[in-house]
């Protein structure tokens, strides 16, 4: 990889870029955080209600040589009743053959994110912003991994009360300028949610 060569100052620089990136992204989600609070109505929550968890489904896919699937197990804390902040943990297992050849390959992609939910229309619709930052890479193709920062902005439908198990609808726009260029900024998503 060409940002490894040298004395370090291409690599520092790339570091430097990603921080920003995230700061800004960090930035964001505070400010709808402290928007969508503002606009939220008061209800007494004791602090196990506010807690909650799930897992998320996505990047399902069979094509003639190969297989895709995405977990993502999340949590988080309620602020309010409708606007949530949390972290997730992204999986994405592909497998492909070659047919007929046992150079078949296992490429497991993942990485740490964290993101915000506001829920609202009698919280079936919500909206939702994320950042991610994934490792990817293909054992035995290729040795070398890198990490890719993706800056999600979507929402998406919601089941449930919020009280026990709900399920989500999710359709997410990656707006981060590096990784938007390289993969398809589309995400589909269904996540099953515990308590929000």
Not at 69 to 90: C, S, V
């Amino acid at each position: 990889m060409s940002w490894l060569v040298g004395d370090g100052h291409i690599l520092k620089t790339k570091i430097i870029h990603m921080k920003k990136h995230f700061l800004l992204c960090s930035f964001l989600i505070i400010i709808f955080s402290f928007s969508a609070s503002a606009q939220s109505k008061k209800v007494k929550m004791t602090i196990n209600d506010r807690f909650w968890y799930g897992l998320s489904l996505g990047n399902i896919g069979i094509g003639t040589n190969y297989a895709t699937l995405g977990l993502a197990p999340m949590g988080g804390f309620k602020i309010t009743e409708d606007w949530a902040i949390g972290a997730t943990y992204k999986l994405n297992y592909s497998y492909y053959w070659f047919g007929g050849t046992s150079d078949n390959l296992h490429v497991l992609d993942h990485g740490p994110g964290v993101l915000t939910k506001y829920k609202f229309f009698g919280r079936k619709y919500f909206a939702q912003l994320e950042y991610d930052y994934i490792s990817m890479g293909a054992n035995g193709f290729y040795n070398t991994r890198e990490w890719y920062p993706f800056a999600y902005i979507g929402g998406g439908l919601s089941s449930g009360d919020g009280t026990s198990w709900t399920s989500e609808w999710v359709v997410l726009y990656n707006v981060h300028p590096t990784s938007s260029n390289t993969f398809f900024p589309l995400s589909f998503g269904y996540a099953f949610l515990y308590k929000f």
